[in-house]
Protein backbone atom coordinates (compact mmCIF):
# COMPACT_ATOMS: atom_id res chain seq x y z
CA UNK A 1 0.00 0.00 0.00
CA UNK A 2 2.88 2.52 0.83
CA UNK A 3 3.94 2.14 -2.81
CA UNK A 4 0.95 2.42 -4.05
CA UNK A 5 0.52 5.48 -2.46
CA UNK A 6 3.70 6.79 -3.33
CA UNK A 7 3.37 6.78 -7.02
CA UNK A 8 -0.15 8.33 -6.66
CA UNK A 9 1.78 10.92 -4.94
CA UNK A 10 4.55 11.83 -7.23
CA UNK A 11 1.96 12.12 -9.93
CA UNK A 12 -0.27 14.28 -7.84
CA UNK A 13 2.91 16.78 -7.41
CA UNK A 14 3.84 16.33 -10.98
CA UNK A 15 0.50 16.99 -12.64
CA UNK A 16 0.37 19.95 -10.27
CA UNK A 17 -2.90 18.53 -8.23
CA UNK A 18 -3.94 19.42 -4.54
CA UNK A 19 -6.27 20.54 -2.91
CA UNK A 20 -6.20 24.24 -3.22
CA UNK A 21 -8.94 26.00 -4.22
CA UNK A 22 -9.83 25.58 -7.81
CA UNK A 23 -10.20 28.77 -10.09
CA UNK A 24 -13.77 30.08 -11.01
CA UNK A 25 -14.93 28.04 -14.17
CA UNK A 26 -18.00 27.51 -15.99
CA UNK A 27 -20.44 25.22 -14.37
CA UNK A 28 -20.75 21.61 -15.23
CA UNK A 29 -23.72 19.35 -13.76
CA UNK A 30 -22.59 16.22 -12.03
CA UNK A 31 -23.62 12.51 -13.34
CA UNK A 32 -23.23 9.18 -12.05
CA UNK A 33 -22.98 6.31 -14.42
CA UNK A 34 -22.86 2.26 -13.51
CA UNK A 35 -20.48 0.26 -15.57
CA UNK A 36 -19.09 -3.57 -14.34
CA UNK A 37 -20.82 -2.98 -11.50
CA UNK A 38 -18.97 0.21 -10.24
CA UNK A 39 -20.77 3.59 -9.79
CA UNK A 40 -18.73 6.16 -11.60
CA UNK A 41 -19.20 10.09 -12.41
CA UNK A 42 -18.55 12.68 -14.41
CA UNK A 43 -19.60 16.26 -15.28
CA UNK A 44 -20.97 17.56 -18.19
CA UNK A 45 -20.81 21.59 -19.32
CA UNK A 46 -22.82 22.14 -22.40
CA UNK A 47 -22.51 25.93 -23.75
CA UNK A 48 -25.20 28.47 -23.22
CA UNK A 49 -27.73 28.49 -25.95
CA UNK A 50 -26.09 25.68 -27.84
CA UNK A 51 -28.07 23.88 -30.79
CA UNK A 52 -27.42 21.86 -33.37
CA UNK A 53 -25.04 18.74 -33.37
CA UNK A 54 -21.89 20.11 -31.30
CA UNK A 55 -18.62 18.14 -30.87
CA UNK A 56 -17.96 16.45 -27.71
CA UNK A 57 -14.83 16.72 -26.05
CA UNK A 58 -13.59 13.95 -23.25
CA UNK A 59 -11.35 15.51 -20.98
CA UNK A 60 -9.12 13.00 -18.81
CA UNK A 61 -7.55 13.98 -15.37
CA UNK A 62 -3.79 12.91 -14.65
CA UNK A 63 -2.99 10.33 -12.06
CA UNK A 64 -4.30 11.64 -8.33
CA UNK A 65 -6.34 13.93 -10.29
CA UNK A 66 -10.14 14.42 -10.49
CA UNK A 67 -12.89 15.67 -12.66
CA UNK A 68 -13.18 18.72 -10.79
CA UNK A 69 -9.35 19.46 -10.51
CA UNK A 70 -8.88 19.04 -14.26
CA UNK A 71 -11.79 21.27 -15.34
CA UNK A 72 -10.19 23.89 -13.38
CA UNK A 73 -6.20 23.23 -14.53
CA UNK A 74 -7.60 23.31 -18.35
CA UNK A 75 -10.22 26.32 -17.92
CA UNK A 76 -12.12 24.07 -21.52
CA UNK A 77 -15.45 24.74 -19.96
CA UNK A 78 -15.05 28.47 -20.64
CA UNK A 79 -13.04 27.82 -24.72
CA UNK A 80 -16.26 25.23 -24.68
CA UNK A 81 -18.64 28.24 -24.33
CA UNK A 82 -16.53 30.58 -27.00
CA UNK A 83 -15.94 27.27 -30.19
CA UNK A 84 -19.57 25.76 -29.67
CA UNK A 85 -18.57 22.11 -28.05
CA UNK A 86 -19.66 19.96 -25.23
CA UNK A 87 -17.01 19.29 -22.78
CA UNK A 88 -17.16 15.90 -20.43
CA UNK A 89 -14.98 15.42 -17.35
CA UNK A 90 -14.78 11.73 -16.22
CA UNK A 91 -13.67 10.47 -12.88
CA UNK A 92 -10.81 7.45 -12.66
CA UNK A 93 -11.16 4.94 -9.92
CA UNK A 94 -9.49 4.79 -6.44
CA UNK A 95 -9.73 4.05 -3.06
CA UNK A 96 -9.54 7.33 -2.26
CA UNK A 97 -9.86 10.80 -3.95
CA UNK A 98 -6.69 10.19 -5.37
CA UNK A 99 -8.38 8.78 -8.93
CA UNK A 100 -6.23 7.23 -12.04
CA UNK A 101 -6.58 5.41 -15.51
CA UNK A 102 -5.86 2.35 -16.66
CA UNK A 103 -4.00 2.99 -19.46
CA UNK A 104 -1.79 -0.49 -19.71
CA UNK A 105 1.25 0.07 -18.42
CA UNK A 106 0.06 2.60 -16.37
CA UNK A 107 -1.21 3.81 -13.18
CA UNK A 108 -2.00 3.12 -9.70
CA UNK A 109 -4.80 1.73 -8.52
CA UNK A 110 -6.71 2.00 -11.86
CA UNK A 111 -3.95 -0.59 -13.50
CA UNK A 112 -3.55 -2.28 -10.50
CA UNK A 113 -7.33 -3.55 -10.15
CA UNK A 114 -7.66 -4.04 -13.94
CA UNK A 115 -10.41 -1.45 -14.45
CA UNK A 116 -11.86 -1.94 -17.36
CA UNK A 117 -11.86 1.89 -18.48
CA UNK A 118 -12.48 1.58 -22.28
CA UNK A 119 -15.69 -0.28 -21.19
CA UNK A 120 -16.54 3.01 -18.86
CA UNK A 121 -15.96 5.60 -21.18
CA UNK A 122 -17.65 3.64 -23.93
CA UNK A 123 -20.36 3.75 -22.13
CA UNK A 124 -20.22 7.44 -20.94
CA UNK A 125 -19.96 8.14 -24.54
CA UNK A 126 -23.12 5.86 -25.20
CA UNK A 127 -24.83 7.85 -22.47
CA UNK A 128 -23.62 11.66 -24.04
CA UNK A 129 -24.15 10.51 -27.35
CA UNK A 130 -27.61 9.84 -26.29
CA UNK A 131 -28.34 13.58 -26.52
CA UNK A 132 -29.33 14.92 -30.01
CA UNK A 133 -26.89 18.11 -28.95
CA UNK A 134 -23.77 15.10 -29.45
CA UNK A 135 -22.20 14.57 -32.72
CA UNK A 136 -21.34 11.27 -33.11
CA UNK A 137 -19.02 12.00 -36.14
CA UNK A 138 -16.74 14.32 -33.81
CA UNK A 139 -15.45 12.91 -30.78
CA UNK A 140 -12.45 14.17 -28.96
CA UNK A 141 -10.40 13.17 -26.20
CA UNK A 142 -7.81 14.88 -24.19
CA UNK A 143 -5.94 14.56 -21.07
CA UNK A 144 -3.00 15.03 -18.76
CA UNK A 145 -0.51 12.73 -17.36
CA UNK A 146 -1.96 9.16 -16.85
CA UNK A 147 -5.00 11.05 -18.22
CA UNK A 148 -2.50 11.25 -21.85
CA UNK A 149 -1.93 7.76 -21.59
CA UNK A 150 -5.63 6.68 -21.55
CA UNK A 151 -6.62 8.66 -24.53
CA UNK A 152 -3.86 6.66 -26.24
CA UNK A 153 -5.18 3.66 -25.47
CA UNK A 154 -8.41 5.29 -26.58
CA UNK A 155 -7.98 6.11 -29.99
CA UNK A 156 -6.27 2.17 -30.16
CA UNK A 157 -9.18 0.94 -28.92
CA UNK A 158 -12.50 2.91 -29.81
CA UNK A 159 -10.82 3.85 -32.94
CA UNK A 160 -14.16 3.61 -34.36
CA UNK A 161 -16.02 6.14 -32.51
CA UNK A 162 -12.82 8.65 -31.82
CA UNK A 163 -12.57 11.23 -34.33
CA UNK A 164 -8.96 12.57 -32.77
CA UNK A 165 -6.86 12.81 -29.49
CA UNK A 166 -4.84 15.52 -27.57
CA UNK A 167 -2.42 14.12 -24.97
CA UNK A 168 -1.20 16.55 -23.28
CA UNK A 169 2.67 14.74 -21.55
CA UNK A 170 1.75 11.23 -21.55
CA UNK A 171 2.69 8.46 -23.89
CA UNK A 172 1.65 5.59 -26.09
CA UNK A 173 1.23 3.04 -23.21
CA UNK A 174 -0.86 0.04 -24.38
CA UNK A 175 0.34 -2.93 -26.59
CA UNK A 176 -0.36 -4.75 -29.26
CA UNK A 177 -2.42 -0.90 -30.38
CA UNK A 178 -4.66 -2.10 -33.05
CA UNK A 179 -7.10 0.92 -34.30
CA UNK A 180 -9.33 -0.26 -37.35
CA UNK A 181 -9.38 3.59 -38.73
CA UNK A 182 -7.31 6.94 -38.75
CA UNK A 183 -7.12 8.89 -36.02
CA UNK A 184 -5.88 12.59 -35.58
CA UNK A 185 -3.40 13.26 -32.97
CA UNK A 186 -2.39 16.78 -31.58
CA UNK A 187 0.10 15.85 -28.69
CA UNK A 188 2.20 18.69 -26.95
CA UNK A 189 5.00 17.49 -24.60
CA UNK A 190 8.21 19.28 -22.45
CA UNK A 191 11.74 17.89 -23.12
CA UNK A 192 12.32 18.40 -19.38
CA UNK A 193 9.79 16.46 -18.12
CA UNK A 194 11.13 13.63 -15.38
CA UNK A 195 7.43 11.71 -14.87
CA UNK A 196 7.12 10.92 -18.25
CA UNK A 197 10.65 11.14 -20.51
CA UNK A 198 10.42 12.78 -23.73
CA UNK A 199 12.56 10.07 -24.76
CA UNK A 200 10.53 7.68 -22.81
CA UNK A 201 11.80 5.05 -19.92
CA UNK A 202 10.62 4.87 -16.71
CA UNK A 203 10.36 8.25 -14.04
CA UNK A 204 13.46 9.66 -13.86
CA UNK A 205 12.41 10.57 -9.87
CA UNK A 206 10.28 8.23 -8.54
CA UNK A 207 9.39 8.33 -5.10
CA UNK A 208 11.88 6.15 -2.79
CA UNK A 209 10.52 2.30 -2.99
CA UNK A 210 7.55 3.09 -5.46
CA UNK A 211 6.36 0.69 -8.15
CA UNK A 212 7.02 2.02 -11.66
CA UNK A 213 6.56 1.65 -15.20
CA UNK A 214 8.14 2.46 -18.94
CA UNK A 215 6.63 4.61 -21.11
CA UNK A 216 6.94 5.06 -24.70
CA UNK A 217 8.92 7.96 -26.54
CA UNK A 218 7.20 11.03 -27.87
CA UNK A 219 8.88 9.96 -31.33
CA UNK A 220 7.56 6.44 -30.99
CA UNK A 221 4.58 7.04 -29.28
CA UNK A 222 3.34 10.24 -32.11
CA UNK A 223 5.14 8.19 -35.10
CA UNK A 224 2.50 5.08 -34.49
CA UNK A 225 -0.13 7.69 -35.65
CA UNK A 226 2.24 8.86 -38.56
CA UNK A 227 2.81 5.66 -39.88
CA UNK A 228 -1.29 4.11 -39.10
CA UNK A 229 -2.29 6.99 -40.43
CA UNK A 230 -0.40 7.41 -43.50
CA UNK A 231 1.15 10.64 -43.33
CA UNK A 232 4.44 11.31 -45.30
CA UNK A 233 7.38 12.24 -43.58
CA UNK A 234 9.49 14.40 -42.68
CA UNK A 235 7.53 16.69 -40.53
CA UNK A 236 6.58 19.84 -41.44
CA UNK A 237 8.66 22.41 -38.62
CA UNK A 238 8.35 25.25 -37.12
CA UNK A 239 9.71 27.37 -33.94
CA UNK A 240 8.30 30.06 -32.08
CA UNK A 241 10.23 30.97 -28.63
CA UNK A 242 10.61 27.65 -26.62
CA UNK A 243 7.96 25.77 -28.91
CA UNK A 244 8.48 23.34 -31.88
CA UNK A 245 5.58 22.27 -34.32
CA UNK A 246 5.93 19.36 -36.34
CA UNK A 247 2.78 18.95 -38.89
CA UNK A 248 2.39 16.27 -40.75
CA UNK A 249 0.81 16.44 -43.62
CA UNK A 250 -1.03 13.91 -46.46
CA UNK A 251 -2.67 12.03 -44.06
CA UNK A 252 -5.49 9.02 -44.83
CA UNK A 253 -9.00 10.44 -44.65
CA UNK A 254 -8.34 13.82 -43.75
CA UNK A 255 -6.81 12.91 -40.51
CA UNK A 256 -3.82 14.99 -39.10
CA UNK A 257 -0.82 14.64 -37.07
CA UNK A 258 0.80 17.49 -35.04
CA UNK A 259 3.46 17.59 -32.30
CA UNK A 260 3.98 20.53 -30.21
CA UNK A 261 7.52 20.08 -28.73
CA UNK A 262 7.97 22.45 -25.61
CA UNK A 263 12.25 23.08 -25.21
CA UNK A 264 13.01 23.03 -21.42
CA UNK A 265 9.24 22.39 -20.39
CA UNK A 266 8.06 19.90 -17.55
CA UNK A 267 5.29 17.45 -17.02
CA UNK A 268 2.46 20.24 -16.71
CA UNK A 269 -0.56 21.68 -18.88
CA UNK A 270 1.13 24.71 -20.89
CA UNK A 271 -0.87 27.56 -19.97
CA UNK A 272 -2.79 25.87 -17.73
CA UNK A 273 -2.66 26.12 -13.78
CA UNK A 274 -0.45 25.47 -11.44
CA UNK A 275 -2.16 24.55 -8.00
CA UNK A 276 0.83 24.13 -5.99
CA UNK A 277 4.49 25.43 -5.12
CA UNK A 278 5.78 21.74 -5.66
CA UNK A 279 4.64 20.95 -8.73
CA UNK A 280 6.14 21.84 -12.33
CA UNK A 281 6.31 25.44 -13.76
CA UNK A 282 3.69 25.46 -16.21
CA UNK A 283 4.99 26.93 -19.51
CA UNK A 284 3.06 29.98 -20.94
CA UNK A 285 3.28 28.90 -24.27
CA UNK A 286 1.77 26.94 -26.15
CA UNK A 287 -1.64 27.50 -24.53
CA UNK A 288 -2.64 23.74 -24.78
CA UNK A 289 -6.08 24.28 -23.81
CA UNK A 290 -6.95 26.56 -26.78
CA UNK A 291 -4.89 24.33 -28.91
CA UNK A 292 -6.95 21.93 -28.02
CA UNK A 293 -10.22 23.91 -28.55
CA UNK A 294 -9.33 24.36 -31.77
CA UNK A 295 -8.41 21.02 -32.87
CA UNK A 296 -11.86 19.99 -31.79
CA UNK A 297 -13.49 22.47 -34.02
CA UNK A 298 -11.31 21.87 -37.03
CA UNK A 299 -10.66 18.18 -37.58
CA UNK A 300 -13.46 16.54 -38.94
Given at each position: ????????????????????????????????????????????H??????????????????G?N???????????D????A?F????????G?????????GA??G????????????????L??????????????F???????????Y???????????????????????????????????????????????????A??????????????????GF?V??D??R???T?????????????????????V???????????P??????????????????????????????
Amino acid sequence: MRNLVAVLVTALLAAGCSGAPAPRQAAADEHMLTVDGRERGYLLHVPPGAEGRLPVLLVLHGGGGNARQVAGQTGLSDLADEAGFLVVYPNGSGRTSLLTWNAGACCGYAQRQGIDDVAFLSALLDEVLADQLADPERVFVTGMSNGAMMSYRLACELSDRITGIAPVAGALNVTPCRPTRPVSVLAVHGTADELVPYDGGPPAQPAPGNESWVNASVADSVGFWVDHDGCRRPATERTEGAVTTATYAGCAEGSEVVLHTVAGGGHAWPGGRRSRSEADPVPPEPDASRLVAEFVTRVR
